[in-house]
């Protein structure tokens, strides 16, 4: 009883009161895309991934949540905000930058090498058993094979070639691996998405999955997904990576964070990604 009175004290307090308030579906919408290669359908709803069938029927991109406008951003590329982060993101790749001059693009030709990736990351590295995300994964380049000073897990420059790399598995349909040597990261990354954290003594299981649909004032709980991020979100006027907006989330809950890039949240990233096992790969979402 106390520890309710607490709970609903502190969420009054953030503005998040989560009784008695509205509820609504998604959105009934398709995603088509106009892109300087004509038009293409992502698939924006889907039937949930065998792990979450007990409890989910139907997996829905964040982008169902959002208002008519937000969305309508997300139609042409032309409109979309985060498209400036993917064209920066190019010029990184193409630019002579390593100690000996080495670029990406010397070593990976064009950015379409990438394709594919973004759909099945995060995944665990065959050669030495870690678990990468994709930040990981370009800081190994830029370490290693540049002799460049590691880019921030969530600096410009790092989500600026996120946004480049995911644009490459556009319309791909997340696809990543829960079994054999990710089991152990997965089955990790669960349990931090069932713990309850913080005054608010919630966890992603609570707002994304229990109350998904319900309004937070102005806000549209959605189920959380990956399929869109990195995203560009309007109220920051800039691009938020999968890393820092769970960062974001767990600090609305009023609770000590793990950092990004932390063992946690990469494992957190990978079991929230495997709830998306099924939707398309946006590229470049764009959030409220
Ligand atoms: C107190 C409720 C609450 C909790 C707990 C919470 N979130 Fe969120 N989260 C939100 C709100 C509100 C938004 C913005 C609206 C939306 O997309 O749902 C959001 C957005 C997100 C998004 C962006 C979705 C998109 O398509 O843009 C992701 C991903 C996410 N949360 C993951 C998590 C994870 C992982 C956790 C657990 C560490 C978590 N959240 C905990 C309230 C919460
Ligand atoms: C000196 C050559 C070299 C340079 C420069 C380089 N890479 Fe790599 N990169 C590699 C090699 C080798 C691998 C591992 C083998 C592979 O998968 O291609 C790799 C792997 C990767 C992967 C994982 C690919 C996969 O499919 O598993 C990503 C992502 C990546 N590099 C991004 C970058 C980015 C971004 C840059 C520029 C900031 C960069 N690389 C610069 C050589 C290079």
């Known amino acids: 009883m106390r520890n309710d009175i607490t709970r609903i004290l502190a969420a009054t307090a953030l503005g998040i009161a989560l009784s008695g308030t509205a509820f609504a579906d998604p959105v009934e919408d398709s995603l088509v895309v106009e892109t300087d290669d004509g038009a293409i359908e992502l698939v924006t709803s889907a039937p949930a991934p065998d792990h979450l069938k007990d409890a989910v029927d139907t997996i829905w991109s964040g982008w169902h949540y959002r208002e008519a406008e937000t969305r309508d951003l997300q139609r042409d590329d032309f409109d979309n905000p985060g498209m400036v982060f993917v064209d920066r993101g190019l010029d990184a790749w193409n630019k002579e930058m390593g100690a000996k001059g080495e670029s990406c693009a010397g070593c990976h030709e064009g950015p379409d090498s990438m394709k594919g990736l973004r759909a099945v990351t995060p995944r665990v590295d065959a050669a030495t ?3 990468m995300i994709m930040e990981d994964y370009i800081n190994e380049c830029v370490t290693e094979r540049m002799g460049l000073e590691a880019w921030g897990t969530t600096s410009d420059k790092m989500k600026d070639m996120l946004a480049l790399i995911s644009m490459q598995s556009r319309g791909e349909i997340v696809n990543v691996a829960i079994d054999g040597p990710a089991a152990s990261f997965w089955e990790k990354g669960k349990e931090i998405y069932h713990t309850r954290f913080g005054q608010l003594e919630m966890g992603c299981v609570n707002c994304h999955q229990d109350q998904a649909g319900q309004m937070i004032r102005a806000d549209h709980l959605s189920q959380g997904q990956l399929s869109g991020f990195p995203v560009y979100r ?16 767990v600090r609305d809950t009023r609770a000590e964070t793990f950092k990004a890039g ?3 949240f990469k494992a957190l990233e990978l079991y929230v ?9 946006e590229g470049v979402g764009v959030r409220h």
């Open 129 to 131: 058993g870690e678990l």
């Open 234 to 249: 309007l109220k920051d006027a800039g691009l938020v990576s999968a890393q820092q907006r769970f960062v974001g989330c």
């Open 262 to 264: 932390s063992p946690e």
């Open 273 to 281: 990604a495997s709830r998306g096992n099924g939707l398309a790969i």
